[in-house]
């Protein structure tokens, strides 16, 4: 099993949405543009926000198995995945590659 780099590449945030759909809340995604995550295998990184986790979990997996060209070779890397987050009102784009590293 190897390490997967999860790459933090946009970032946005719909404010019509939020004003129209969300219930105000005390604390919303906090992550930036390049922050850098590394999964060690299949486990979550520190810091790395539960929802989002739940939504690239299957590809850091796959792809931490040995997995490639998923979707029929989606990607130009095909060891790697561009996966978004559930947030519909602040969706964040991540880029999740497999390192050569083997996890712990």
């Not at 130009?76 to 978004?84: D, K, L, Q």
Request: glycine fraction near 6%; hydrophobic fraction near 40%; charge should be negative.
């Amino acid at each position: 099993m190897k390490k997967c780099r999860i790459t933090v590449m946009k970032t946005a945030r719909y404010d019509d949405l939020i004003a129209a759909y969300e219930n105000p809340i005390q604390h919303a995604c906090d992550l930036r543009e390049g922050q850098v995550f590394v999964a060690n295998g299949w486990q979550r990184p520190e810091g790395l926000c539960l929802s989002a986790w739940e939504s690239m979990s299957p590809f850091v997996m796959a792809l931490s198995h040995g997995a490639s060209d998923l979707y029929d070779g989606w990607m130009r890397c095909g060891r790697s995945a561009m996966i978004s987050c559930n947030d519909g009102f602040r969706p964040v784009s991540f880029l999740i590659e497999a390192l050569d590293e083997d996890a712990d």
